[in-house]
């Protein structure tokens, strides 16, 4: 997540830095290899079938589904979010995972909704 996150807007913003470029490459893959031994759930569950019934690719309809499924889960386990939040995004404030990773994709011009 610390690769991810402290690489995503200087890759989507200067995308001929390679250093970002591969620490998102990297951090994907660690990503990648964790959700191998872990089970996805609702924001996987929810973004296969959008992405194949209006053909988005498979990160953009899970990106779209991520805050929505975060907001829902956020009061069941609270303490889980908060304790991710600050590798993401140092300076938030807790509670506020969903909210910053939607914030994020609107920064990035990331479409946001399927219309």
């Known amino acids: 997540l610390r690769l991810l996150g402290s690489n995503v807007r200087t890759a989507c913003t200067e995308p ?8 998102m490459l990297l951090g994907s893959l660690y990503a990648g290899m964790a959700f191998a031994n872990a089970p996805v759930a ?5 973004a296969y079938p959008i992405g194949s019934h209006f053909k988005v690719p498979h990160g953009l309809s899970n990106a779209l589904m991520l805050p929505h499924v975060l907001r829902f889960n956020s009061s069941a ?14 300076d938030a404030s807790p509670g506020q995972l969903a909210e910053r990773l939607a914030d994020l994709a609107k920064e ?3 479409p946001v909704t399927l219309g």
């Open 16 to 23: 001929t830095d390679l250093g970002a470029r591969s620490n």
């Open 42 to 46: 609702a924001v996987h569950a929810l």
């Open 77 to 90: 386990v609270p303490e889980l979010y908060d304790e991710i939040l600050p590798i993401i995004f140092p």
């Open 108 to 110: 990035l011009d990331m």
